[in-house]
């Protein structure tokens, strides 16, 4: 603000949420291939949203962190996911498994404000598949 004086340092902003997932996937499968599209939908709910800052205090060079609720972000927003697995049988209990996927907010995260955010974020898992 104009004529403060506080010197911040980095500040961090860490929302956590709780995805109940909601998803159809469809198995084509090639001799020992198999693919896997997947799509489906979760509702996020929000579990905590937090933005610390760190503040250098005129008395000394230490440094205090403090922590506020961050606020005018909605308590659920709902988000859509597509993907496509695919696997490869090296035995027949055993495959080994990649599955790149995207996921999107349908819905915005923030309420009451002039510009919405819609979180997306792209991954990859890598595994192995093991059949009793």
């Given at each position: 603000?104009?004529?403060?004086?506080?010197?911040?340092?980095?500040?961090?902003?860490?929302?956590?949420?709780?995805?109940?997932?909601?998803?159809?996937?469809?198995?084509?499968?090639?001799?020992?291939?198999?693919?896997?599209?997947?799509?489906?939908?979760?509702?996020?709910?929000?579990?905590?949203?937090?933005?610390?800052?760190g503040?250098?205090?005129?008395?000394s060079?230490?440094?205090?962190?403090?922590?506020?609720?961050?606020?005018?972000?909605k308590?659920?927003?709902?988000?859509?996911?597509?993907?496509?697995?695919?696997?490869?049988?090296?035995?027949?209990?055993?495959?080994?498994?990649?599955?790149?996927s995207?996921?999107?907010?349908?819905?915005?995260?923030?309420?009451?404000?002039s510009?919405?955010?819609?979180?997306?974020?792209?991954?990859?898992?890598?595994?192995?598949?093991?059949?009793?």
């Amino acid at each position: 603000a104009l004529g403060d004086t506080a010197q911040s340092l980095a500040g961090m902003n860490t929302l956590a949420y709780v995805g109940v997932p909601v998803a159809a996937s469809y198995h084509a499968q090639v001799g020992k291939w198999q693919l896997v599209p997947q799509a489906g939908v979760q509702l996020q709910f929000l579990a905590k949203g937090t933005l610390e800052t760190g503040l250098i205090t005129s008395t000394s060079n230490s440094k205090t962190t403090t922590a506020t609720p961050v606020t005018g972000l909605k308590p659920m927003y709902v988000s859509g996911s597509v993907g496509v697995g695919i696997e490869y049988g090296v035995s027949r209990r055993i495959n080994l498994v990649a599955t790149p996927s995207y996921r999107f907010a349908i819905t915005s995260i923030n309420k009451n404000a002039s510009v919405k955010t819609y979180p997306k974020a792209a991954g990859i898992g890598i595994g192995i598949k093991w059949k009793f």
